[in-house]
Structures are given as structure tokens and as C-alpha cells.
């Protein structure tokens, strides 16, 4: 990976920019090449009725491009690469049976190899991110962990041409409207000149870059931090990669200087426990929330949560740890980015043991807890199979209901539990 050019005196107007998170483009959408070194994956064919009825949709959806501010030839010339890709289709069909626990998710995501190679990178681009935590306030090592988390530092930013991908799942009708935003934000990126067609490449659902930022996202956050009048997050130069990163969970509420995640350990009884509560942490204190490192809980106001149960380590989640999960709404992904910060700066990782002989549910199972729990009044949201928040707070007031500790964690206890009662 190339060393950044970081500009330390940028212009006034890339300044102004960077303050404000506006993006700061070039007009037109030739020839922009992102100097990245990522060969596109090839496009395999699809039956030619699919293609013929493919390209009819692509002449179709140019009214509306246009009336979304794509101008007649950006579409034209963007879209002359758009392909039907059944690899996308047959990607996106694709559904995991077992849910991952969180401690082998976490043996993933800090790794001795990624960490080292965070530490490496730590070294090589120390005086960019000095300089991008300076102007947003966001720790090295937490902008370095979201890189490490979504594409390994830069290795598997994805090779997928990003016009077909999305045109193709835009066509595709599952959810076609989602994509049909990402396609026209898509356009409206090329429109102003940060990348071209051939080299504006990512992942099969259309996240790009370094740290992998959706069409919109990149409208919304993304920053020309090396003053070249492109935010070029696709070549190997990660440093407007990075920074948007950065520029992205500020304007979601990082707090400069304040904490994000600290391990706990509970008194006996604690029953406080969920995303959903807020709590003073010196209110936590008093009731007995101990830091196990040793210290004095931060200042804020925070939640607990325990992401394996009432037999996995507890954490006080803050502010700043929230703003982790609007990049990606996931508590293993959040503690993932955390943990792998705190292994890069050097910082003791989690010390409670994890119940690793508990097995994970099968989606059939997960599916049943949240149509068991729907029918006892306790979750009103979709039957998905998915554990997130809302089937968590469901499962922690049936717990409570039958008075056992409301940890919120989707067993076969808990399965067992509702199919008893």
C-alpha cells in the first residue's frame, strides 16, 4: 500500500469543507482514476432474455436518474457498463444458517495478525491519522479498527464494479427501491468527477473503499482530505478513506476525549442491563458497577450490556460506542472495533472468560423465539431470525417476567423457557 501524500496546509476551501463534512468535488465525469491497484472482478453472462430485459430497465430508469439531477450524459456513459450480474443475485440470496457467537466473532475481529498488521499500519500512517484526529476529534486507533474491521486494511476492499452491482439488485426487485437511491447516488458521485465507472469498484451490495461506505453515506460524510479536489476513497491511499471515516462518526455523535466501552463487573441481582437503559455512571457506581480494570467508571451517562448472557463479561457502553454502531448496527461489531483499538494502542482486551460450550441457535430457532415472544405480547417487530435490539428487549422483559436474570441473549435456555410456558 502507497504512503499518503498528506497536504498538512490545506487550501481554505478544503478547510471550510472539512469542517463542515461537505463534499468537495470536480465537475464532469471523465477520466478519474483512483490509482488503485484492484483488478474488477469479471461480470459473469446471464441468459440473454434476463440481459435483454435487464438493459430495458436501464432505459427505463433514466427519466428518473435524470429528474434526481443525473445529467443525460453522466447516465448514458455510466450505465454503458451496467451488466446483468447473477452473482450479485445469488450473493445477496444467500443466508447464513448459524448465527455467529459473539467471542468466536471477536477471536475474528482482534486477531494476533490484525492486530499486528494495525500496529503496522499505526506506524506507516501515524502522521495522517495525528492529523485526522486533530481535526474530528476521533482516536487513531478507533479509525484504524473500523479499517481493519471492513476491509483488513485495505486488502479485500471488494472488486466489483459498483454501476452493474447496483443497477443489477436496482432491477432485481427484493429491494429494489433501497437500490435504486444507492444507484442514483452512485451516479451523482461519478457526476461530480471523484472516480469513473471502471474503477469506482467495492462490494457485490455496493459499499466502497477502504471502509467500505455506501453511495449515500459517501454524499453525506465523505471528505477530499488530501486537498486534490477528489475524495477519493478507492485508491490505495487510504488517507480520504480514513478521514470520512472519521468525519462519519463525528457527525454521529463522537465525543472528543470521552470513552467508549468499558469491561465490568455486576453485583449480585443486577438486573439494569440493555441498550435501552440509560443510566449516570455515577449512579452505576453507587449501585455497585465496577470497572475491572481496576479505575473509576468514565464520566457519562451509559448502558450495560452483555452480549453472551448472564455467564459472558458485561460492558458499559457509552456515547461514543453508540456512535460506533450507526456505522454498523451490531453490538459484535461495535465491541469488534473497540477491542481491536484497544489491542492496537496496546490497552488489556476483555478478561471475563466467554461461555464458549454454549452452542448457537439455528435460524429456525432464532426465528421461533422471536414468534414465540410475539405471541406472549413481549416483540412487535418483524420475525426475521435476526437477534438485534428490539428481539434482545423483548427477551429481557419475558425474563423478567418469569423473574431470572434479564440478560437479553437468545439461548436455548431461553428458547426452552418459551416453548414451556
Known amino acids: 500500500m502507497k504512503s499518503p ?21 470536480r465537475p464532469g465525469i471523465g477520466p478519474a482514476s483512483s490509482g488503485s491497484s484492484v483488478t474488477p472482478a469479471p461480470i459473469p453472462a446471464a441468459d440473454p432474455a434476463t440481459e435483454a430485459s435487464f438493459q430495458q430497465w436501464v432505459r427505463n430508469f433514466r427519466p428518473r436518474a435524470v429528474s434526481s439531477g443525473i445529467t443525460p450524459a453522466t447516465y448514458d456513459r455510466a450505465m454503458s457498463i451496467a451488466r446483468y450480474n447473477p452473482e450479485v443475485i445469488r450473493l445477496d440470496r444467500k443466508q ?12 475474528s475481529a482482534v486477531s494476533p495478525e490484525r492486530v499486528s498488521t494495525g500496529r503496522q499500519m499505526l506506524a506507516q500512517h501515524g502522521r495522517t491519522l495525528a492529523a485526522i484526529e486533530a481535526t474530528y476529534g476521533v482516536p487513531r486507533e478507533i479509525v484504524l479498527a473500523v479499517w481493519g474491521m471492513e476491509s483488513n486494511f485495505g486488502s479485500n476492499r471488494g472488486r466489483m464494479q459498483i454501476i452493474p452491482s447496483l443497477a443489477t439488485l436496482a432491477y432485481d426487485g427484493r429491494r ?10 452512485a451516479l451523482k458521485i461519478l457526476q461530480a468527477g471523484d472516480t469513473d465507472p471502471e474503477h469506482m469498484l467495492g462490494s457485490w451490495a455496493g459499499a466502497m473503499g477502504h471502509t467500505q461506505f455506501m453511495p449515500t453515506s459517501y454524499l453525506s460524510y465523505a471528505v477530499d482530505f488530501t486537498g486534490d479536489g477528489r475524495r477519493d476513497i478507492w485508491s490505495d491511499d487510504p488517507t480520504d478513506s480514513l478521514a470520512s471515516t472519521a468525519a462519519y462518526l463525528a457527525r ?12 465490568v463487573s455486576l453485583p449480585e441481582g443486577f438486573t439494569a442491563v440493555g441498550k435501552g437503559t440509560r443510566t449516570s455512571t455515577s449512579q452505576l457506581a453507587a449501585m455497585g458497577v465496577r470497572a475491572v480494570n481496576g479505575r473509576g467508571l468514565p464520566a457519562g451517562t451509559g448502558s450495560i450490556i ?78 426475521d431470525g435476526k437477534i438485534g435490539t428490539g428481539t434482545m428487549e423483548a427477551i429481557s422483559a419475558f425474563q423478567r417476567s418469569i423473574g431470572v436474570p434479564p440478560d437479553g441473549y437468545a439461548t436455548s435456555i431461553v428458547l426452552g423457557q418459551l416453548r414451556g410456558r
Not at 490545506?10 to 463534512?21: D, P, T
Not at 447464513?96 to 477471536?107: M, T
Not at 429494489?176 to 447516488?185: K, P, R, T
Open 306 to 383: 452483555r452480549p453472551a448472557g448472564a455467564r459472558g463479561p458485561a460492558f458499559l457502553i457509552l456515547d461514543n460506542f453508540r456512535s460506533i454502531l450507526r456505522y454498523n448496527n451490531s453490538d459484535s461489531y461495535a465491541l469488534g472495533v473497540s477491542y481491536l483499538a484497544e489491542a492496537i494502542a496496546g490497552r488489556p482486551g476483555i478478561q471475563a472468560p466467554w461461555p464458549r460450550s454454549d452452542r448457537p441457535l439455528t435460524q429456525a430457532e432464532r426465528t421461533e423465539i422471536q414468534r414465540l415472544l410475539t405471541a406472549r405480547g413481549f416483540y412487535r417487530d418483524e420475525i
Open 252 to 263: 454521529n455523535g463522537w465525543n472528543r476525549g470521552q470513552a467508549w466501552v468499558t469491561e
Open 176 to 185: 429494489s427501491q433501497m437500490f435504486q437511491e444507492q444507484l442514483v447516488a
Open 5 to 25: 501524500m498528506m497536504r498538512l496546509a490545506l487550501s481554505a476551501a478544503v478547510m471550510a469543507a472539512l469542517a463542515s463534512c461537505a463534499p468537495v468535488g
Open 96 to 107: 447464513a444458517e448459524f448465527s455467529r457467537p459473539v467471542w468466536l466473532y471477536l477471536d
